[in-house]
């Protein structure tokens, strides 16, 4: 953990150079609700270790348990581990660190703190109807707010209606505006199967994060029944169609916060949300939402927080060309938990990472932390999964016996992941917690 202003890692800055030359070839029940932000949690309090520290009786017993356990045996040889002391950046313990392996959704980490560096966690996103060329014409223009709902639309279906009666209007066409985002198309490195399985078609318009093949007609459908429902008594939804420079707005309406968003990803490793910021930061960097440009931005923003990545081609993690080291993982968990990274604060917040046993992706459902060797850790671990068929991963914090903040992260490839193999990994970070 960095208290200091911009000071890199000494962990990072080992492989930042090879890492910058290979980055060149929301029902949101988990989430806050759009009028109030979630609270960011007061800055871990622990001294800052100095360049010398001495690793503790705590850090001594995680090094010789993480030997003994980290076997290929259970592991298999495609594994990257890293725990660091979050204060000092001092390495405490790894295996293949370096390696660069398939990330499945620890990817999304990137995305949230990108989200939040670009955007910063008090920000919300619009959606808007504009006029049509013609009067009896409504466009709902939507520029990829994934926490768009259906009482947001049906608030600017009722503004919309009245504006609309006061010029003597019955009868009405409703188009939709999704030009934000490109017709959708596969990342770099995703199966066909992803489509829809895995992953909705992720648009510029979207309501509920409703599980439809056209969410952008979906939005549009819908927002024309709203208009009939406050009194227009002809109204139909027609298609798409842009808006034209200068069109006034008929109705506006704002989305949840980053933070709220972001909370929602993390905890759910909701896909959809993460293609959703993950493109719209390309946007926000001036440049359209092609998977290319977003994948340029992605890296640009990491490039300049020093927390450079080897190669990511989405936001979800989904691709299977996506390679990240633990070490990495862990660096940029490690950013989170600075004091100084003030936008950072979802990212050592437990309303945003899973927590062991309880919540998100670690929930007691999904049997985490539940074998005897990991279930001392519920509630003491922090963490965001990740899980392909032949990859397992892992990256949060927790508090070790000493009392000083443990950032860790593990990657497993090409091994089922299975849930003993996922056991296996919460095994991994209940022993970083020192409760086995």
Known sequence: ?????RRTSRLAAATLASALTALGTLSGAAAATPSRPLAAPAPATQSLASTDYEYTAADLRIQRALKNRVTTSRFGTSFSGTVLDAASDRRIWSKGAT????????TKLVTAHNALTVFGPKHRFSTSVKQGPSSNRVIVQGFGDPSLSSSHLDRMAATTAAKLKSRGLTSVRVYVDDDAFPKPSLAYGWKSSYVPKAVNPVRALVRDQR?????SADVGTYFASRLKAHGISSVRYWGR?????????LASSQGWYVSSIVSRMLLRSDNEVAESLHKMVARATGRSA??????TAQAGVMAQEDLAMTALYDGSGLSRANRLSSLQLAS???RGQDSDASALWPLRSSQAMPTAGRTGSLAAKYSRFATSQSRCAVGKVWAKTGTLNDVVSLAGYTYGTDGRLKVFAFVVNGKSSTLSLKQSVDMLAATVNGCY
Do not use: C, E
């Open 241 to 249: 169609d842009n808006v034209r420079s200068g069109a006034s707005t």
């Open 211 to 215: 599980d439809v093949p056209d969410t």
């Open 332 to 334: 940029l968990v490690d």
């Open 99 to 106: 390696s660069s392996l398939i990330s499945a959704s620890t």
């Open 290 to 295: 092609t998977w290319s440009n977003a994948k």
């Open 1 to 5: 953990m960095r208290t200091t202003a």
